[in-house]
């Protein structure tokens, strides 16, 4: 049978037609990198193994609230497929493991990454390729002084952090300081690195005038020994110091709490945020550490002494529920695990807000345009808020002290603290 040639073109126009409609549908769910019709894929990059390990639980903890969220039918019926990869807490696996994330698992966006020189070393590489790096669990001034002024030669919008910001926590210690032992000779170990650096210099900014009253800094090095961080105990004892401040990672903090009651020192003690986990100082106490009265401070909830709160009573349920091998370590005041569970719950929250089909640009802006006190994981009153003009998600703080000796835990005091920046 003859074919009608203009049939025969007519029916080929038709054909190509629906191609490119279906090409466009298909481009719809498949142009934004990580996202299609019924999931959305991110990724992060965390210590699982190596010096910095006792973080590993933060991941944990998103990835069971993200559970959650999926049982409750997404976000927009979306699923959330969370990736984390372990780069040790070392720079030079950090870049590869997020270079593969990106050009190979092809993420939606980089959430949650731990640390701040591994964060530093893909900030440029994200930046420039207009990657999300959001809600970092790295507390430094660079993420949120970075969005609109020059820092290291170009402004960073695709960088966000989520806690509070060291230098104003360590603001926040210097005021603590002034008002409780105003002629005090303070001692400081921090790590050698911008992370100790950027909590030196808010001390210094907050002590103003009084920085003089910092008789020895000593900086330690990731991974070292017992035996050195008790050396710089020595020599901060040595300068005279009354008061000992401790900027470090959980590891040593655990070896400077210890230390320091080896040597029969007793300053007045102050621990960062970062290392204020109930289950670091439990496990500095298991090694001898005299642990009453230290000071630190909180932003999350404590399902210890708060577990009364909806919030915490949720977090139980989701922890049991989606991550039973953890129940203990929440049971016994894991903070990395509320943690986890309000930086997720931000996430969420953000997405929810950039639209039926969100794109990398849409996160960004529902994460600068949040204001929200609806965040269950968090202390009571803490506010999530950001704008043109603030770039820190948290800038409010409550003050904690150690009280029970080596079986005991934290309890706030006095007033919330805001705009600690």
């Not at 104003?168 to 005021?175: F, I, T, V, W």
């Not at 204001?371 to 269950?376: D, M, Q, Y």
């Amino acid at each position: 049978m003859p074919v009608n040639r203009r049939k025969l073109g007519a029916l080929l126009c038709a054909l190509l037609a629906t191609a490119a409609v279906a090409g466009t549908a298909a481009a719809s769910h498949s142009g934004t990198p990580g996202v299609s019709k019924h999931k959305i894929v991110i990724g992060g990059t965390f210590p699982l193994t190596g010096f910095a390990s006792l973080y590993k639980t933060i991941p944990a903890a998103e990835q069971a609230f993200y559970a959650y969220v999926n049982a409750h039918g997404g976000v927009n019926h979306r699923k959330i497929d969370d990736r984390v990869l372990d780069d040790q807490y070392d720079p030079s696996q950090t870049v590869p493991q997020t270079t593969k994330l990106v050009e190979q698992e092809h993420v939606f966006a980089i959430v949650g990454s731990l640390g701040t020189a591994p964060v530093l070393s893909t900030w440029n590489y994200l930046n420039k390729k207009h990657v999300p790096q959001v809600l970092v669990a790295t507390g430094d001034a660079y993420w949120g002084n970075c969005v609109h002024k020059r820092c290291q030669g170009s402004a960073k919008p695709w960088t966000i952090g989520w806690q509070p910001d060291y230098p104003g926590e360590a603001k926040l210690y210097a005021k603590y300081i002034l008002g409780h032992k105003s002629n005090a000779k303070i001692g400081v170990i921090y790590q050698n690195d911008a992370y100790g650096r950027n909590y030196l210099t808010g001390l210094k900014t907050g002590l103003g005038s009084h920085k003089g009253q910092i008789v020895d800094a000593e900086s330690y090095n990731l991974g070292d020994s017992a035996q050195v961080i008790a050396a710089h105990l020595v020599a901060l004892r040595a300068h005279g110091a009354d008061t000992l401040v401790i900027f470090a990672t959980p590891t040593a903090t655990i070896q400077s709490l210890a230390g320091r009651t080896a040597i029969g020192w007793n300053p007045l003690t102050l621990v960062n945020n970062v290392s204020a986990n109930r289950l670091f100082e439990l496990k500095a106490g298991q090694v001898g550490a005299s642990l009453n009265g230290i000071i630190s401070t909180a932003y999350v909830a404590s399902q210890t002494t708060q577990a009364s709160l909806p919030g915490m009573k949720l977090a139980k349920k989701i922890i049991h529920t989606y991550a039973p091998a953890l129940d203990q370590d929440f049971a016994t005041g894991d903070l990395n695990l509320t943690y986890g569970l309000g930086s997720a719950w931000t996430f969420v929250y953000a997405l929810k807000h950039a639209g039926k089909n969100p794109t990398r640009a849409s996160l960004m802006r529902a994460l600068r345009h949040m204001k929200t006190s609806k965040n269950p994981f968090l202390y009571p009153g803490i506010t999530l808020k950001t704008s043109k003009k603030r770039g820190f998600p948290m800038e409010q703080l409550k003050l904690m002290k150690w009280s029970g000796g080596a079986g005991g835990d934290w309890h706030t005091f006095g007033k919330l603290y805001g705009g600690l920046h």
